[in-house]
């Protein structure tokens, strides 16, 4: 079975395959194509700055949208909104969010990787 090995800031230091007798040789990429497309996939973007966020929001015609929302939801998540310095992709508040809006888990993965951009 074939596994990716990182470093602690994530780069791929190298694909591995775990053979039956337990050693760990390494896996050349070529053999599947999957793990090819996987390998050389873009890493997911876990979190943005809160001024990338409300900058996507806005480049996105989303602001107003988030904002009445937002205004909806209890003190914590106002707050939340209002005052983080760090947006998580997978908090409970992003979650329920991007839910709110009808957005598929491919979109906000595109939203956070677009707003990591900017």
């Known amino acids: 079975m074939p596994y990716i090995s990182r470093s602690t800031d994530g780069a791929i230091d190298g694909l591995f395959e775990q053979s039956q007798q337990g050693a760990a040789e390494e896996f050349m990429p070529d053999d599947d194509p999957a793990?090819?497309?996987?390998?050389?996939?873009?890493?997911?973007?876990?979190?943005?700055?809160?001024?990338?966020?409300?900058?996507m929001l806005r480049r996105s015609g989303l602001i107003d949208?988030?904002?009445?929302?937002?205004?909806?939801?209890?003190?914590?998540?106002?707050?939340?909104?209002?005052?983080?310095?760090?947006f998580v992709r997978n908090s409970p508040m992003m979650e329920a969010g991007f839910t709110?809006?009808?957005?598929?888990v491919g979109q906000v993965d595109a939203f956070f990787a677009a707003a990591a951009q900017l």
């Open 35 to 55: 793990v090819v497309a996987f390998v050389n996939a873009p890493p997911k973007v876990s979190s943005v700055s809160a001024r990338q966020f409300r900058l």
């Open 100 to 104: 709110a809006l009808g957005f598929t």
């Open 65 to 86: 949208q988030v904002k009445a929302w937002v205004a909806q939801q209890d003190g914590e998540t106002q707050d939340a909104f209002e005052y983080s310095g760090t």
